[in-house]
């Protein structure tokens, strides 16, 4: 789970040579493979910084110690994991309704 602090960074997969940006994110946003994250699985996604970028990685493990320490960061987590699937379903129908010129 990454916190961006400065900087773009693109989230995205190949198909052969092809590469199919799936996100891009930017100061005070969070990047990571999610199913990756949560599953501790190799992720086929690829994430890579495309400008010069500062950022705040936070493993499962420091995670879920973190979680287990405080109820107020316990919550704090739920709060950004209920936001981030409201962005996810925000970013799915923009795939559907926008061109990818209008997305980005």
Not at 40 to 69: G, H
Not at 83 to 99: A, E
Request: neutral net charge; charged residues 25%.
């Amino acid at each position: 789970m990454n916190f961006i602090s400065k900087g773009l960074i693109r989230k995205y997969y190949k198909t052969g040579e092809e590469e199919h940006i799936v996100q891009i994110s930017r100061e005070g946003h969070l990047i990571s493979a999610q199913e990756s994250f949560y599953t501790r699985t190799p992720s086929e996604y690829f994430v890579e910084a495309i400008e010069p970028s500062t950022v705040i990685s936070l493993t499962f493990d420091d995670m879920e110690r973190l979680f287990a320490s405080s109820h107020s960061f316990e919550r704090l987590g739920r709060l950004v994991t209920v936001h981030t699937m409201v962005l996810k379903d925000k970013w799915q129908t923009s795939l559907i309704m926008q061109s990818p010129r209008d997305r980005f």
